[in-house]
């Protein structure tokens, strides 16, 4: 979409400034979807000017010059507001733009705005924002997961191009899963967090959303780089796009075992195994593997995840940025201790502070080895076990969440049954590795088709293969979106 | 059954974490962390004996700069000034620090 896009701005079909006006006029016509926080109407189209302007005057542009994009509420841009979903948050202005912003910037990409999340990306339906939940544009009774609930929803409204989003847990995977878009996982140190609010440092990764397997491997290119500000990231080759090809004959896929139990429905089993024996109908070869200790990812995602937030998010304590107390008419905070204790307790959301106090108590003295550093220890067999069943296949195929998207307060009650909304795409992060969501069929709930999100999940730093072999799904049809 | 979280040491850990939780919210928490805490025991079966760190990087050297101060932009210094909640000139103004024990 992306590069035909390019083409016709380049071509003088569409200018800029019509395909910034066009997308302003979704995001307002559909406000109701509340995918976006902010807007950046003005410089989006003096933006698209400075394009036009540059393609009349015989100049080359980017391939995402010009092209509209959406940036999840965590990732900061410089002079705007970053709320993170918190009404911790709220007016906050982020002195300097994320590393992934900077780079997009160079590329010319027009930036829409920033999409709605779950608070500091903590949940799985974006019900946890301070600024009112996401509708999922295929059936707007429900979801559409989270945490980059909104960069999902924009995308798949057409409210923007593509948009960036952060992966701690599945926070990519699976909306993009409940709302039919292709969600990129990079490997853990592909992509930069300089910039990124912090959450789950250990886990976080930034990708994106887009309409398909080309427009990631565009924005992949674009985002992955080295960088001084975070020491995760290496200097690794991009030149996703121009590799790009679709790969899938003589293949080896494996599907997890583990990944098709009893946790799963019935509808959503049958897509993905749909989809794999069309796989070994084109020269595939299909094979069941097992990663026994794959069954603990949730566990010990959940308690790793808390430890990392409840230390990440000391720094909001109402002194230096963000709510604080003191500027309350009514405060009674006497001296800073009031003033950590009353900014946090109501700075801070529910499953926030949930998190954070889980957290706390799995670090404090007596609790560490027997929650942190077990869980730590059981990471590493996880890692082991893809380590041990990529040496025999070359990616896996594996559902994205266990349902589609669910109902608007469905899961809202029981913060341990939200969690397990996570429970196919937790373990990728948790190993590390790189994987994508796209769409693999429909199921039809309530008169409403409804998309199901499929899992390639490849081998580390081996993004290419997913993207190759995901674009041969993508045009093998079984999921595609009319 | 042994209870993995009593009220007395939730409330230690609101302590220790900063934040001050209202009575109701303090009976939710309380019964939600104990069914998570439950669930998290499920890791205690994994034997972890041999477990060694596998690193997926292979080869990676330390990262290091030299130590030299870098002059932030002027805008971000006046950015980050404007989101002092108090301040008095340029400088973060915050509420007495040693007064009085908690």
């Not at chain 1, 999922?136 to 798949?156: F, K, L």
């Not at chain 1, 195994?273 to 070869?285: I, M, P, S, V, Y």
């Not at chain 1, 700075?347 to 957290?359: H, W």
Request: hydrophobic share 35%; net charge neutral; charged share 30%.
């Amino acid at each position: 979409m992306i590069k035909e896009l390019h083409q016709k701005i380049k071509k003088k079909e569409v200018s800029a400034q019509e395909l910034a006006k066009k997308y302003l006029a979704k995001i307002k016509e559909r406000k109701d979807i509340n995918a976006f926080l902010d807007v950046y109407e003005k410089e989006v189209l003096e933006e698209a000017q400075r394009v036009d302007e540059k393609i009349s005057s015989g100049k080359k542009i980017d391939l995402l010059e010009g092209i509209p994009f959406a940036v999840k509420d965590n990732i900061c841009v410089q002079g705007k507001k970053t709320t993170a979903g918190s009404k911790m948050l709220e007016n906050y202005v982020a002195p300097y733009d994320a590393f992934v912003v900077g780079r997009l910037r160079e590329t010319g990409a027009s930036m829409l705005g920033k999409t709605n999340m779950d608070e500091f990306a903590m949940g799985s339906s974006t019900e946890n924002s301070a600024f009112g939940f996401v509708k999922n544009p295929w059936d707007e009774s429900r979801v559409p997961g989270g945490s980059s609930g909104g960069s999902a929803a924009a995308v798949a409204d057409d409210q923007a191009v593509w948009a960036l989003g952060s992966d701690t847990g599945g926070s990519i995977r699976q909306p993009a899963g409940f709302c039919g878009t292709v969600g990129f996982k990079p490997t853990y140190g592909r992509v930069s967090r300089s910039g990124l609010i912090a959450m789950a440092s250990s886990y976080d990764q930034i990708g994106s959303f887009t309409k398909n397997i080309e427009d990631a491997a565009i924005v992949l290119d674009a985002i992955c780089a080295k960088d001084v500000k975070d020491n995760t990231t290496i200097d690794k080759e991009g030149g996703f796009f121009k590799n790009l090809q679709p790969d899938l004959k003589g293949k080896k896929i494996g599907l997890p075992k583990e990944f098709f139990g009893e946790n799963i429905g019935s509808d959503i089993k049958e897509i993905i195994n749909e989809n794999a024996r069309w796989a070994r109908e084109q020269g595939a070869e299909i094979v069941e593997v097992s990663l026994p200790n794959v069954e603990y990812s949730l566990a010990v995602y959940y308690l790793m995840m808390p430890s990392e937030v409840s230390s990440n998010l000391a720094r909001f304590d109402g002194i230096k940025y963000g709510y604080s107390d003191i500027k309350k008419e009514s405060s009674k905070s006497k001296d800073i201790m009031d003033v950590y204790f009353n900014s946090r307790r109501d700075g801070f959301g529910s499953e926030v502070k949930r998190r954070i106090i889980l957290g706390t108590y799995s670090l404090s003295a007596g609790y560490k080895d027997a929650y942190y550093k077990k869980a730590q220890k059981v990471r590493e067999l996880i890692k082991k076990d893809f380590a041990k069943v990529f040496e025999e296949v070359d990616l896996l195929l594996a559902p994205t969440t266990p349902s589609v998207a669910f109902k608007v307060g469905e899961k809202t009650q029981d913060p341990l049954e939200m969690y397990l909304a996570d429970i196919f795409t937790v373990p990728v992060n948790v190993a590390m590795l790189p994987a994508v969501s796209m769409n693999g069929g429909f199921v039809e709930k309530d008169g409403k088709k409804l998309p199901v999100g499929m899992q390639l999940i490849g081998k580390w730093w081996r993004e290419q293969d997913i993207l190759n072999t995901a674009l041969a799904f993508e045009q093998g049809g079984l999921g595609e979106i009319q | 059954m042994k209870k993995n979280i009593t009220p007395e040491q939730l409330e230690k850990t609101a302590q220790l974490a900063r934040i001050s939780l209202e009575k109701k919210e303090k009976e939710k928490f309380f019964n939600e962390l104990e069914e998570i805490l439950e669930y998290f025991n499920y890791i205690q079966k994994a034997s972890t004996d041999e477990a060694e760190f596998f690193d997926h990087y292979k080869i990676r050297e330390n990262q290091l700069r030299e130590d030299e101060a870098v002059e932030n932009k002027k805008q971000e210094k006046k950015d980050i000034v404007n989101n002092f909640p108090e301040k008095k000139d340029d400088y973060l103004k915050v509420k007495t620090v040693l007064k009085r024990g908690r």
